[in-house]
């Protein structure tokens, strides 16, 4: 049953939640390259020709080679599904990828997409990187970064590997050299960048192949988070989800987005709640100490906090401490309703560069996060008066850098 006329496929007809829909979309028609198909949808997903040609000479170039995929510290859904839907592609063009991340896996529904899914991927920290060899990879791939949230890329970059493609919608973090750019600031989540590529024939789907069905459901997974379900969803965000309908499992979807909270993550958005202060609607919480495995406690409390009346934008922060490799650091989020706060300016604005003159983090549409590392403080937390004091000394010093944005006239605390 394909629908013949514009009207009957408006925004509010596409439900991905109503079989009826799945039904309507799930008929085989034409590519949608081309700009136009039999389903009436004349609003084509907005891949020019030239990107996925330009993308299609790139990887023809490179066949044979090893590439590794280079995610965020800590990745998201977004990222691990556009990642893994990136080696499918690479695949087909006889380049083999391996998916690699520093950190951690810490958000519950991460490790149940990794989990459920059998998404291919490889926790490489610091170490591990140094103690590879690493001229076996003719290139790495930045997928939904651009390597600043990445402990691993100036590993690479020692080893001389380059930076083959960059794929991401972030703003642009400074210049980055690479064969294939493509970032689009615009568009809400990687998932759909590469849904379109998917859909301009990089990679063709097939909903009896299994790793397509798994893949397809990471990218639906993915493309919901980094929209607020959707929420948040421009046209092309729903025609890559409209098209992912035809192949993903809505029953894997929802047992991914069923998995519960830790009690750690539980206490951290207990502390955030507890300790929040508001500013021009803006609310601020500082967690504490927490284990850097529980890191994305922190997102989760922000996402939490800007759900109160009255509060357009959330920042959490709290210092994360990993006792294995003692390294500890400041990790904040941001999540904002505004449309017109850019999380990316404000958090730049806020904490300004390390002396390398790299920002201490930045932002998309929506949401931003933060990592400060503390260096010589590091570590030495047994003598709790210690610990108290440095707590203290970073909670002021981020408050009074958000404040003076927040609130210009008052942003000196008084610590007496
Ligand atoms: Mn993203």
């Not at 690493?134 to 600043?148: H, K, M, R």
């Amino acid at each position: 049953m394909i629908s013949s006329s514009l009207t009957s496929v408006d925004a509010d007809a596409i439900d991905f939640a109503t079989t009826e829909t799945k039904l309507q979309l799930s008929d085989p028609s034409p590519r949608l390259s081309n700009g136009s198909s039999a389903n009436g949808l004349s609003a084509q997903p907005k891949l020019s020709d030239q990107r996925g040609e330009a993308l299609v000479r790139v990887l023809d170039k490179h066949r044979g080679d090893r590439h590794l995929v280079l995610l965020q510290d800590f990745p998201d859904p977004d990222a691990l599904s556009s990642a893994w839907a990136y080696k499918l592609i690479a695949e087909r063009f006889d380049i083999q990828c391996e998916i690699v991340y520093a950190g951690t896996l810490s958000h519950q529904e991460n490790i149940a997409l990794v989990k459920l899914t059998g998404l291919p991927l490889q926790r490489w920290n610091c170490q591990t990187a140094k103690s590879k060899d690493l001229s076996a990879y003719q290139g790495c791939v930045l997928i939904d970064n651009q390597g600043t949230t990445c402990q691993l890329l100036p590993i690479l970059q020692q080893a001389n590997v380059p930076v083959t493609i960059v794929i991401d919608h972030h703003s642009s973090q400074g210049d980055l050299q690479a064969e294939f750019v493509d970032i689009r600031i615009n568009t809400r989540a990687t998932a759909t960048i590469l849904t379109q590529y998917l859909q301009a024939g990089l990679l063709t789907l097939d909903s009896s192949v299994g790793e397509h069905v798994k893949c397809a459901t990471a990218l639906m997974h993915g493309l919901r988070s980094d929209t607020n379900r959707l929420m948040q969803a421009q046209e092309e965000d729903f025609l890559a989800a409209a098209y992912l309908s035809r192949f993903y499992d809505a029953q894997l979807l929802n047992t991914v987005l069923m998995s519960s909270r830790s009690k750690q993550v539980m206490d951290v958005i207990e502390r955030a709640l507890k300790n929040r202060s508001i500013h021009n609607n803006v609310c601020i919480a500082g967690v504490g100490f927490l284990r850097y495995d529980d890191r994305d406690a922190i997102p989760q409390a922000a996402d939490f906090l800007v759900t109160e009346e009255n509060i357009h934008t959330a920042v959490v922060y709290g210092i994360a401490h990993d006792e294995d490799e003692e390294l500890e650091l400041v990790v904040g989020s941001l999540r904002t309703t505004k449309i017109t706060l850019d999380p990316d300016e404000f958090i730049k604005e806020a904490f300004g560069q390390d002396t390398q003159g790299r920002f201490f983090g930045g932002g998309r549409s929506l949401a931003g996060g933060f990592e400060i590392p503390m260096g010589f403080l590091s570590g030495l937390n047994e003598n709790s008066e210690y610990a108290k004091l440095k707590w203290s000394v970073f909670d002021t010093q981020i408050k009074q850098k958000l404040l003076r944005l927040i609130n210009p006239e008052g942003s000196m605390i008084r610590t007496n």
